[in-house]
Nanobody, 124 residues
Framework: QVTLVESGGGLVQAGDSLRLDCAASEGTISAYVSAWFRQAPGKEREFVAA????????FYTDTVKGRFTIARDNAKNTLYLQMDSLKPEDTAVYYC?????????????????WGQGTQVTVSS
């Protein structure tokens, strides 16, 4: 069982940066595939980035490549998402997620553990 708690969201202007944190309790986040998803109003939840437990392979959706960086601090049991050069279209509720089983990294349906979400709003 893993409990995930996100923090770090807020209101920023286009071009600004934000860092989201996802603290894991009752489990070791390094033993899981850990990911960030986001959901904008009226849209489906979409994959943003993931880090695999084996070798730490990184995955990003095309729209955030070069702007967002996912990282994991195993000692602190925390997952991060550094977001730079933010755009208004990045506005969404951001969720961290984790799972222990194999499956499609980019599919929300394969993740078992979810945080409560944190709002990111980017104004133009």
């Amino acid at each position: 069982q893993v409990t995930l708690v996100e923090s770090g969201g807020g209101l920023v202007q286009a071009g600004d940066s934000l860092r989201l944190d996802c603290a894991a309790s009752e489990g070791t986040i390094s033993a899981y595939v850990s990911a960030w998803f986001r959901q904008a109003p009226g849209k489906e939840r979409e994959f943003v980035a993931a880090v695999a437990w084996t070798g730490g392979a990184l995955f990003y959706t095309d729209t955030v490549k070069g702007r967002f960086t996912i990282a994991r601090d195993n000692a602190k049991n925390t997952l991060y998402l550094q977001m730079d050069s933010l755009k208004p279209e990045d506005t969404a509720v951001y969720y961290c997620a984790a799972r222990t089983t194999p499956g499609a990294v980019r599919s929300a349906a394969t993740y078992v553990y979810w945080g409560q979400g944190t709002q990111v709003t980017v104004s133009s």
